[in-house]
C-alpha cells in the first residue's frame, strides 16, 4: 500500500528564519507531489506541483521554494520566512496506484513569530 | 474564474439525524468532482470521486451526488455519528491539457455532530 509522510507536524520559527518541510511517499513510484497551504478559514492554495526529479511548477509567486531531489522526495523551503508564511501545509500525491485519487499527507502546522 | 462554492459554512446538527451538504461550481471544462473529509489539523481524506457521467456515489454512510448541467454536487450524511464532525471539502478539477489536471478548492462546510 501507499504511505505519504511529512513531518515536522508542528513548527514555531521566528521572522526571517529558514525553513524546511520535508515530505515522502511510500509504495509507489513516479507520483506527482504537491505543496498546498491552507490558511484559517480558507481552502487549499497550491503552491508548487512536480511530475517528476527536478520537474517542479510553482503555482504563485511568494517566499517559498520547493525541490525534489528523489523520485518520492518534496521539500518545501524558504530562506528568509514572513510573518504571512505561517499556515497550515499539506503535501500530496496522486498517479500509479492512486486511482485519479489525490492523497494528503497530515500537515505541518507552521506558526511564524 | 474557475470557482467552487460551499454551503453552509457551517453546520450543528444531533446525532443520529442526516445532513445535506451543497457544492456549487463554475470550473470549466469539468473534469470530475472530489468531495474530502478534513479533521481539523489533519490532511483531508477523499471520500468520492465521480466523473462527468456519474451522478451518484456512495461510501457507507456518505452519498454523493453530481449534476454536471447545474453544476451542482451534494454530500449526504446518513444517521450522522459524532465522528463525522469535520470540515468537508469539495474540490474540482478541470482538464489544462494531454493527462494533465487542475484542482480548485471551495472553502468547506464545518459540520459539528452534538450527542
Given amino acids: 500500500?501507499?504511505?505519504?509522510?511529512q513531518w515536522p507536524a508542528t513548527?514555531?520559527?521566528?521572522?526571517g528564519s529558514p525553513l524546511s518541510l520535508e515530505c515522502t511517499v511510500e509504495g509507489t513510484s513516479n507520483p506527482n507531489l504537491y505543496w498546498y497551504r491552507q490558511a484559517a478559514g480558507r481552502g487549499l492554495q497550491l503552491l508548487f506541483y512536480s511530475i517528476g526529479i527536478d520537474q517542479i511548477s510553482s503555482e504563485v509567486p511568494q517566499n517559498l521554494s520547493a525541490s525534489r531531489p528523489q523520485d518520492r522526495q518534496f521539500i518545501l523551503s524558504?530562506?528568509?520566512l514572513l510573518l504571512s508564511d505561517s499556515g497550515f501545509y499539506l503535501c500530496a500525491w496522486s498517479g500509479?496506484?492512486?486511482?485519479n485519487t489525490i492523497y494528503f499527507g497530515e500537515g505541518s502546522w507552521l506558526t511564524v513569530v | 474564474k474557475n470557482q467552487v462554492e460551499q454551503s453552509p459554512q457551517s453546520l450543528i446538527i444531533l446525532e443520529g439525524k442526516n445532513c445535506t451538504l451543497q457544492c456549487n461550481y463554475t470550473v470549466s471544462p469539468f473534469s470530475n468532482l472530489r468531495w474530502y473529509k478534513q479533521d481539523t489539523g489533519r490532511g483531508p481524506v477523499s471520500l468520492t470521486i465521480m466523473t462527468f457521467s456519474e451522478n451518484?456515489?456512495?461510501n457507507g454512510r456518505y452519498t454523493a451526488t453530481l449534476d454536471a448541467d447545474t453544476k451542482q454536487s451534494?454530500?449526504?450524511i446518513t444517521a450522522s455519528q459524532?465522528?463525522?464532525?469535520?470540515?468537508y471539502i469539495c474540490v474540482v478539477s478541470f482538464a489544462v491539457g494531454f493527462g494533465n489536471e487542475?484542482?480548485?478548492f471551495g472553502t468547506g462546510t464545518r459540520l459539528t455532530i452534538i450527542p
Avoid: E, F
Avoid at chain 1, 11 to 15: A, E, G, T
Avoid at chain 1, 96 to 99: A, D, E, I, M
Fill in chain 1, 1 to 5: 500500500s501507499q504511505t505519504i509522510h
Fill in chain 1, 11 to 15: 513548527l514555531v520559527q521566528p521572522v
Fill in chain 1, 78 to 80: 524558504s530562506k528568509k
Fill in chain 1, 96 to 99: 500509479p496506484y492512486s486511482g
Fill in chain 2, 56 to 58: 451518484t456515489k456512495s
Fill in chain 2, 74 to 76: 451534494s454530500l449526504h
Fill in chain 2, 82 to 87: 459524532l465522528s463525522d464532525s469535520a470540515s
Fill in chain 2, 102 to 104: 487542475k484542482l480548485t
